[in-house]
């Protein structure tokens, strides 16, 4: 657990000590505040952050229980907001947890594994602080680097969803495994999908909530978590548009398949066909009749073959006339 | 039936007769409330009820007439709410039903079998009622532990999900048999996931009139009933999830199915076919023609034998060529 | 058509003639009101009513054009409520309607073929009286039971879907037939299931409305409505559940008649497939060859057939390990 | 173009030239009001009218463009509404399209091909007017006949959805150029019901607002108009009710289609497997083996036909007891 | 970048240099603002920009980043609107982008490529001017003009969509290429669909905004806006309806693949059916019993025949009669 002052944006070099975080915050110079960091809190963390800032033991609970909704509940004398950061992982989607606290002189961020990466909005702190002074910009500056991170997550879906139309449409699949392995890609993409937009949703709530009722969150902000949510929304549009198109890669597939069944199916049956009249003229000149006048022509057994060629030739052309080889 | 004194969270020995109920509460300190519990109550033990706390009918009637749905009613002089306990049974999901009868001197808790376990949230309370004095947190403790064990159902639901989609996957399944008995489990874990989204659905929308406009709730309660409609709607939210894997299964095992016998028919037709090809040399060479000079050569038997065989393995090669082998 | 004074609920012996019904109004001693019934009104009936009691002639334009949604509508001076009683006849579910008129002093209630069944809502009145005298606990009564019999309804289709199921899973349905038999009973019960929504949605807004706005609805009453729009989503619920489960049934059976025609197919094909073999070796000895050392042999017929049955026997060892038969 | 003044709801004989419709506005005595009514109106007509009315140019420039959604647009002056009358023509669903421009003055029906018939609502004029003199009445009795003229397209395209319910089940369909006919008609009248829909739901939304805040509208007005949206909810339920008919049909037809190609291909399957086993047999009786005693015996023959028959008879039985013939 | 002051409409000859844009609008004369237009504008431009007009920093940073919803957003000092002009180019839907920036003194569009045209609108500005002096209907003619292209849009999707429709029901496909092609066309199509429907939703409710709370919008406009509204909804039912006919033609498509494999199985396996018992005649006259009395006969050998073309052509015609052929 790391906790430093941070004046205009910039937390300071010296370290506060956790059981002094308490006197920390009552000793703060006017304009700056007090960050709180800390990776996979244990009990005793949590414990003595609570003592110390005064945090509500609901919030404190929710943060030992982990995985809750994207969520911004007011508390007295200070907010908590549930974050759910998204990256994608070697399996897939990864999802994290950041849980925030703040007040008017800190701020508090609980991270758990796989660990979210601030550093990228604690940059932006000093610029953003310029603007609008106070833990509400760095609580946005946070917030928005999460966004940014469903955007590119929404990316990398729609390249993959792609990538398995195009495997849809060029790859000719013949044995069933290719195909077991495309159901599990698209099942997998889905379900990054259908995740995705279970935590975009609530955040949507939660960033709506914050540019209405926060005292945090000075007018001159508004905008920005406005802006915040509109990039939040065209997110959950385009990660609808991945779970369309995978909806339509499945219909195809199952077409295609039965298409195929249909193509392979025709053209066996009908050469089956084509060698069976050949096989019933052969029965025919093997019957043992004493009178079959053809037997002892001497120009029988080329002109059976003959026949033979002849049915199968006319057989294949018709088939093909017909579409069905 | 039992009754009991409440005081500071914790039940008295010393039993009230259920006949004396009404005297009391009327006899009850400051900060003390009566807690009435049965199981499976008689229509005699609800009518004294009645008439001992001054009940509304309707409230009695629905206590009757059982399988409500979960709800939150404000009577005059007292609350009434229907909640629905879930918890997993051996025969799937098990729907419970617990009646909550509250006002400010008394609790009324009729459960009905499958009897739901109060013991847990009686536990918490004591620590309550030191936050909290009163019915309402009591009232709160109880719903929290319902909402708890939904998210525990719901995790069980989860579970029985990926293993099915493990054995769509993973199976071979050749026989009917087996298909039947996965689509049966399937259909029933379906129920299940609709089943809980019905009682869960209207809980919610119960909690919220018990946050909004219920006496018995001081405002220091709503933050906890705030944090229950969270778990609750998590619960909802992977609860559909779960709905949503189903509907994939199912498409995913008709896609299956469909492929199984595009390969199956595949293979059996390719079969039949490079045996018709033989079939038919044979047919030749068994005609009775006078004039066939193959069949005075010494060698007409193994060479058409071996045409026989070249034959099959050309087809055979061809066949595994384009896929249908 | 018949008219009563009701006096504490009970409707008195002695009719009212139709062409006196405005002055019978007019004449009532405080608290008791006069219910007007009819079966079928002829046009005339109507007119007569319309000028006696003074009702809009917007609501008689609807009783006479019949199947009209079910609603409620306060015109000035009365209440107009229609009601679409439902039944489960021979064919199905039976739609009645049922149109009411109230005001404080009157009650019509004009009832269609298929007849709905009033007594059991008359024989609560004088009950209800008691607690709100007046036409509205009349009202009440009636809506009750119209809803109480909309559950009985949908507990019907419950237990037929149930019975569909049964069928579907414990079946082994080898005729068409039977096939078409059952798609038509999936449809019917999709349709009354249909129709059972198509008349409880607007019948809960009509109530809804009654609650809220209604002059006849003493406050008493209120609890009371809601307990029915509590019924009525609960019988929506419940129908909405038949629905999802028709809709799983048909696709089960869908994936069930592919899944026959799979194995159905594949066992012939195989069958097939076994029988060529023994076929092609026995053209083999049939061809007419000079030099076939076999056929001179004297165990070469029987060896001929052996060949033949171990063939055949390979290939059935062989497809069942494959699962093909 | 036709334009009289319309003294109590009826139209008088002597016409009003085009260019002195301003000045017959503006000499109407109390009560009276002017009707302009023209079909397929030139961009000249619509000119004067603007001019000597003082219409909105966005009203005028709407009736150019034709193809309007249903709407109610109050302008200043004057309001503008877009209706869509629905008949049934030869080739389905006829769309045409009626733009009322309306002010306490005067009413302006512009009709376009295919043009709607206004005689009826014309004659509800007198009546309406002793009830609500003025032009809103006579709004009210066109948009009347307007829904009157839906409910009737519905009902065409339910007994049309019956028809083709029954020829699903009732058709022994075996050529694919019926199916194919079968398909257009579905796809015709599904195409049908959702122009019904496209046109239905934006002219209830015009209707509330006509009864909520349209200065012409008296409140005595206000249930009539409220009556005609109930009567479009019910068009509007009855065609998805259409709809979802029209999509079980096509549901049900793919799975019969299924079923009868399991039905066919099984039975011919079957025929095939039981003709190819005496077909082993003669092979057999056939070979040249020079010891095979039964070719020799007298009996062989009639006993080798016999076991032909046997065999086939076997199969056949036992095809048909496993429900494969 | 250019830069014109517009006077009653009309944009004048003499430029404005971009870094004298400040002074320009500082120094226009009252009913006259500054147009300033730029396509693909680069950082430094709109660095510029940003400091002469006093942009949002929010609004500009939305520029840079490209691909956002519509929206409309009230900045102070002036306006920020993002348009997504819609056209049809070669490979489908071609989507442009368009930010506007507008006060009362100012209006900037900046363009980014495939660059959208805005003359039409600009020829309507000095009409417009008339009418209402100022930005705001300058506004109003750009966005118009949008939706318009959208209408075009959709009107060009719909006959894309007739024409596939056409192609399902026209077409005897026969090779999978074209099925291919044909899913490739549908799929491109609903894409198309989809994306208009994206980029119309956002736009709606940036029309809804600006007509309800945008300072540039005079009484006079609101009703030009709301026309707009309509237009815009009228597309997007127009193309819901697009969307639903690709749905159904995917689902005719899959019907008829099933249908067509139906047809050709069952015509195939039945030929192979009809030749079967010939083979199995010629078979039995194959055989070499020493007893065959009919192989002695003269007439042996052509009845033999004449039996194999009996039994033909009775399967034949009994095949035709159940419609197997």
Known sequence: MEAHVVREGTPQADDVAPDDVGRAVAGLSAGSWLW??????????????????GLHPLAVEDVQHRD?????????GHLFAVLRPLSIGQHGLAESELFLLASETFLVTLRFDPECDLSAAIKRWPVLAKLVPGTGSA???????????????????????DTLEGRVFGAIDRGSDKSVHLQKSILRLRRDAVRLRRHAVPMRQALDRLADDSPLMEERLVPYIRDLTDHLLRTIELNDGVREVLTTIVDIRMTQSANQLNEVMKKLTAWAGIVLVPTLIAGIYGMNFDHMPELHSTLGYPLALALMAISGVVLYLNFRKRGWL
Chains 1, 2, 3, 4, 5 share one sequence.
């Open 36 to 53: 709180v960091d800390t990776v996979n809190p244990t009990p005793d963390e949590l414990a003595t952050l609570q003592s110390e800032l």
């Open 68 to 76: 809750q909704r994207a969520k911004l509940e007011p508390y007295p």
């Open 139 to 161: 609580l946005y500056a946070i917030a928005d680097e999460i966004v940014d991170d469903y955007m590119e997550v929404v990316e990398h879906l729609e390249e993959k969803a």
